[in-house]
């Protein structure tokens, strides 16, 4: 029996190792924006708007998993960002010959996947329950 408890902490650990990275990531959209204006596609307008917006997205999900309130719906939309990610900023890059962004392609991806996968087991309010 407790093998099987160290064994389910260690599994609850996963859940925190995929929320706090993600906080770390918003507040880094907060930080000098040289760094993450080269990102923004060129057809969007305003785009210090959106490297903010994003950093917002980032930190209400750490916030919604941290209090267990629509984790689900957050995991969910998280999800759908990085997808847009992919498609939008990504992808074309990767296609233009960018071999960093064929790793961002895969980084986002992965991330996109642990998302659903997140909204899947570990979100408390189920969406549609």
């Avoid at 389910?8 to 650990?13: D, G, P, R």
């Avoid at 307008?45 to 916030?63: H, I, K």
């Avoid at 939008?88 to 659903?116: E, Q, S, Y």
């Amino acid at each position: 029996m407790k093998k099987r408890f160290a064994m389910t902490q260690i599994i609850q650990l996963g859940r925190w190792a995929f929320i706090l990275p993600f906080a770390v990531f918003g507040l880094l959209h907060f930080g000098p924006l040289e760094f993450s204006l080269p990102y923004v596609p060129a057809f969007l307008p305003a785009p210090a708007f959106w490297v903010y917006f994003v950093g917002v997205c980032f930190l209400l999900f750490v916030v919604s998993a941290i209090w267990r309130k629509y984790d689900q719906l957050a995991a969910l939309l998280l999800a759908l960002l990085l997808a847009l990610f992919v498609v939008l900023i990504h992808l074309p890059a990767a296609i233009g010959g960018d071999f960093k962004a064929v790793i961002a392609v895969c980084r986002d991806t992965a991330m996109m996947g642990a998302a659903l996968l997140y909204a899947g087991a570990y979100a408390n309010d189920k969406i549609g329950q």
